[in-house]
């Protein structure tokens, strides 16, 4: 069984950070892609950053803000955000793909106060 756990999330000031996790178990991580994804109230939910065997590649919007990283001795993949503006309020999800079944975390809430 997959599964996809974040933590991390909270209320945070603008210019503050924060640093998400994503413990995965049921899939061959150190093989899988990760991504984060983010979703706001009333919007779609969109690509934040994504670390596969080819490197890394991130959203225009938060280049030189956020760091993603993955510890394949813990099955985590991490969401290093520094510098946050209020227009990162949003709950926080986290992806794979295993076999061709899309995965899901339950969702993290950041909440950037400015």
């Known amino acids: 069984q997959v599964q996809l756990v974040e933590s991390g999330g909270g209320l945070v000031q603008s210019g503050g950070s924060l640093r998400l996790s994503c413990a995965t178990s049921g899939i061959i991580f150190s093989i899988n892609a990760m991504g984060w994804y983010r979703q706001a109230p009333g919007k779609q939910r969109e690509l934040v950053a994504r670390i596969s065997s080819g490197g890394t590649n991130y959203a225009d919007f938060v280049k030189g803000r956020f760091i993603i990283a993955r510890d394949n001795a813990k099955n985590t993949v991490y969401l290093q955000m520094n510098n946050l503006e209020s227009e990162d309020t949003a709950v926080y999800y986290c992806?794979?793909?295993?076999?061709?079944?899309?995965?899901w975390g339950q969702g993290t809430q950041v909440t950037v106060s400015s």
């Open positions: 992806h794979t793909n295993s076999y061709g079944n899309d995965y």
